[in-house]
DNA sequence: CTAGGGTTAG
């Protein structure tokens, strides 16, 4: 192969990573195994990278596994990738193979890797042992490590370290201060953290949305939205990104005086965005203001864009307005010749589900120009299952099992119909299925943290001395939830059911495991941490909340975006503790 | 070729 095509195809493969194209990606990866170069050069770290950025964990392991030679490079990029595939512990568990079987210490770029690992799963315990590791390294003075530190202090509330460290960084970047600002602005120390900003050189995005969203968290709407306009008045940042936009929004939902109201609508519209107002009203439950503001706009002679027809649908959706949904999905198209992306379908998809029309979503899924992912089958599941209609969530999950038959994730969904159906036979075919085909998913699993002691659950798995004691604390906290009105998902119906049955359905999630191993242990006083790296919702929250208030005890649960915290039979959810 | 920082909602 010539030098040429080498530096050609490894700067399309770098570009495709960049990008998240994966599509091209693969077909690079398919042209340099054609012409058998797959351990050339930089090919294979840089192939580990791609599949790392776009998610495709199995395939970048694949690769690292391949190489006869590994260095720096490829354990930096395989740790990265296991990183950002919010699997954090599989990252700190590859590690130690850097030593026992390349011989390799660790470098800078492995030492901020491991750090960020131990962010997300807030334990300090590993963490303090990397930053040890790295204090006596030959890497010490990295700044980029010691930002690394300092998220990590300051997710594991050890704010007062988190400073030490940032101290000790002599040139700090904008990484950095936001690191610490956001720390300080999660921490509730609001005015510590716009001191911080203000003696920040040069801010930008990051900085500003950090704290603002930390002020927005404190509950103090007006100081954020004041914020929020000092941040419109400074040069050079550009005001239209979602991230620091739904914080406005929210700071301006938490307003609830009138005549302020009032005046972001209108600086709103001054700034030009409609669209994204209307989508904060609409997120507030309030879809006839929405649909008269959007009337509004139009007598204006305001064009709307594809923006404000996301908030309009969806301000629909919660409404349960149709008909006014499908006529604004239709007028989107006919009228004003907006071609609909991605997320105009899964508003709309939304709605129709929402509303029972589960014939019309699967017409809409099947004829969609867009590949439906995981969620969007996940969403017509779920609503099949609460409108009842079980043929059809056979059939879509069969439709899916056809265009997918080696993903992994489609056996699950079918599985996962099956149980909530009380199919059990048909549970176990499908498993079977997976198991001669070899295809195998990553279990779902939690840890609960009580001091000292950390325990890993697997969903449907449990150590069996802990079984029954588990098994009978999980039903006594059903009754709770029954008596106390709360009516639970079908995951929850047990009658009917002989033991194994149970078993199978209490113990699919690994967080109930982990909350109730928790509840058995922690009998006084120690509040229980539960991390994980799936999204807490339905059933598991409301489970979560009825151990928070009748325990009086501190429940912690960090998943794979956000903070949960249940005390006394409330919940708070949040970037903070 | 590889590393570090920011949303909302239930």
């Not at 943290?449 to 069996?464: C, D, M, R, V, W």
Request: a neutral charge; hydrophobic letters at 40%.
């Amino acid at each position: 192969m010539s030098a040429f095509s080498y530096t050609h195809l490894l700067r399309h493969v770098q570009a495709c990573a960049k990008h998240r194209t994966i599509f091209h990606g693969k077909k690079f990866h398919a042209h340099i195994i054609k012409l058998g170069a797959e351990q050339c050069g930089a090919f294979p770290n840089t192939l580990i990278d791609l599949y790392g950025k776009c998610g495709l964990i199995r395939c970048a392991r694949k690769v690292f596994d391949k190489m006869p030679q590994r260095d720096h490079v490829s354990w930096a990029s395989i740790l990265s990738a296991y990183n950002q595939s919010m699997l954090p512990n599989l990252t700190l568990g590859l590690f130690p193979h850097m030593f026992t079987v390349d011989h390799l210490l660790p470098d800078e770029f492995v030492f901020a890797t491991l750090v960020k690992a131990c962010a997300s799963f807030a334990n300090v315990r590993l963490g303090k042992q990397v930053h040890g590791r790295f204090v006596v390294s030959q890497f010490n003075d990295d700044d980029v490590v010691k930002s690394s530190l300092v998220d990590m202090y300051s997710k594991c509330e050890l704010i007062g370290d988190a400073r030490v460290v940032f101290e000790s960084v002599l040139w700090k970047n904008s990484v950095c201060w936001t690191a610490m600002i956001s720390g300080y602005a999660r921490n509730g120390e609001s005015d510590e953290a716009t001191e911080l900003l203000h003696r920040m050189p040069v801010k930008n995005l990051f900085s500003w949305t950090a704290l603002i969203s930390g002020v927005v968290q404190s509950g103090c709407g007006v100081d954020a939205m004041k914020l929020f306009m000092e941040m419109r008045r400074e040069e050079g940042i550009r005001i239209e990104d979602p991230f620091v936009l739904s914080c406005a929004i929210a700071a301006a939902a938490n307003l609830a005086a009138l005549e302020l109201g009032k005046q972001i609508h209108c600086f709103v519209i001054v700034l030009g965005y409609e669209g994204q107002l209307v989508f904060g009203v609409a997120q507030h439950g309030q879809a006839e203001e929405a649909l008269s503001m959007f009337d509004e706009m139009v007598s204006k002679g305001l064009r709307p864009n594809e923006v404000t027809f996301v908030g309009l649908i969806y301000a629909c959706s919660h409404a349960g307005l149709v008909a006014k949904g499908r006529e604004l999905f239709n007028s989107m198209i006919d009228n004003y010749h907006i071609k609909p992306a991605l997320q105009h379908y899964t508003c709309f998809l939304d709605l129709l589900s929402r509303s029972g029309h589960l014939a019309e979503a699967y017409e809409v899924v099947k004829t969609m120009p867009f590949e439906p992912d995981e969620p969007t089958w996940a969403a017509l599941l779920s609503a099949s299952k609460l409108h009842k209609k079980t043929q059809l969530g056979i059939r879509i999950a069969n439709h899916l099992l056809s265009i997918k038959p080696q993903d992994p994730s489609s056996y699950i969904l079918i599985s996962n119909t099956y149980a909530v159906e009380g199919m059990w036979e048909d549970v176990s075919k499908v498993r079977k299925m997976m198991a001669t085909m070899a295809i195998r998913k990553e279990p779902g699993y939690s840890w609960v943290n009580l001091g000292k002691e950390s325990q890993t659950f697997y969903a449907g798995e449990i150590p069996n001395h802990l079984k029954q004691p588990v098994l009978m604390l999980i039903e006594k906290l059903i009754v709770e939830m029954k008596k106390r009105g709360y009516v639970p998902d079908t995951s929850f119906v047990l009658h009917d059911l002989d033991n194994q049955e149970k078993e199978q359905q209490l113990f699919q999630h690994s967080e109930r495991l982990a909350v109730a191993y928790g509840l058995l242990k922690s009998i006084s006083g120690t509040n229980i941490r539960i991390v994980k790296n799936l999204r807490i919702c339905g059933d598991c929250h409301a489970f979560l909340t009825l151990v928070g208030s009748i325990t009086h005890r501190e429940i912690i649960v960090r998943d794979s975006t956000r903070y949960h915290h249940f005390k006394d039979g409330s919940c708070s959810c949040g970037g903070f503790w």
